[in-house]
């Protein structure tokens, strides 16, 4: 029996052996503070349930998540944001379920960050991915510490170094994503993976995950606490992060300093 609940950011279904989780946050499905706190509580719920070892994100019928709230990234509260966001994303990494993302619409920094690290990602070809924090002056601390395992040096620092952003169909091209499929094709495709992996042992594919993260597990850690610090206590005390906020929220070409 499916049971449904809808909260300010998310929405959640829990029809054993899926939980459901949709962000649903419009337009854009920008993370912010609150839906941090939601998806951390609906992600722990799911964990906790015996009966449900599938857990599924994705976003509303339009888009999956442009990104973390820029508002976010003010000196009073980036601390507060990172802490929060990469709980998330620890959250996930250490899941002993099987995490899908299912892609449509943008998913852009924090948005492809979250979809990245869960173990299958089927996307539309139409979907706009990409890591755009280096237009504001910042970085994207996740991606910075795992992306090029997933797509190699090369294409993770051009799209880190120069924000350009990417279709689904070239995502699926480079490892990012497994699939690309048209957006009538999404959900089906979604569906027969779930059916699929219905059909395995929980504590099977709980103990396979495990065994397949246990290399990168020893680093990510390691490597997204770094990444943080040097957010925090470098990124964060340069005039040009500051600028590159401001200009956005302000909706103005940054005057970049270098400082």
Request: include cysteine; charge should be negative; hydrophobic fraction near 50%.
């Amino acid at each position: 029996m499916a049971v449904a609940s809808e909260l300010s950011r998310i929405a959640v279904e829990i029809a054993p052996p899926v939980s459901h989780i949709v962000l649903r946050h419009p337009p854009l499905n920008v993370i912010d503070l609150q839906m941090m706190q939601e998806l951390s509580l609906a992600l722990a719920e799911a964990e906790a349930m015996q009966d449900v070892f599938l857990i599924v994100l994705s976003g509303d019928s339009r888009t999956f998540s442009a990104g973390v709230d820029v508002a976010a990234h003010t000196p009073d509260k980036v601390e507060e944001m990172l802490a929060r966001f990469h709980a998330i994303i620890r959250a996930l990494v250490a899941s002993k379920k099987v995490t899908v993302a299912a892609v449509r619409g943008h998913c852009l920094g924090g948005g492809a960050e979250l979809a990245m690290v869960c173990d299958m990602v089927f996307t539309t070809a139409s979907a706009q991915w990409g890591f755009p924090e280096i237009r504001l002056g910042c970085y994207p601390p996740v991606a910075c510490t795992c992306l090029a395992a997933l797509i190699g040096q090369k294409l993770a620092a051009e799209l880190i170094l120069t924000g350009r952003s990417i279709k689904g169909s070239e995502a699926a091209e480079i490892g990012l994503a497994n699939r690309a499929f048209s957006d009538d094709e999404l959900a089906d495709a979604v569906e027969e993976c779930l059916d699929h992996l219905s059909k395995l042992s929980p504590s099977a594919l709980a103990v396979a995950k495990k065994a397949f993260y246990a290399w990168d597990a020893m680093h990510f850690d390691k490597g997204l606490a770094r990444a943080e610090r040097v957010y925090l206590d470098e990124l964060m005390n340069t005039h040009d992060a500051h600028e590159g906020i401001r200009a956005f929220m302000e909706k103005r070409t940054p005057k970049w300093t270098g400082k």
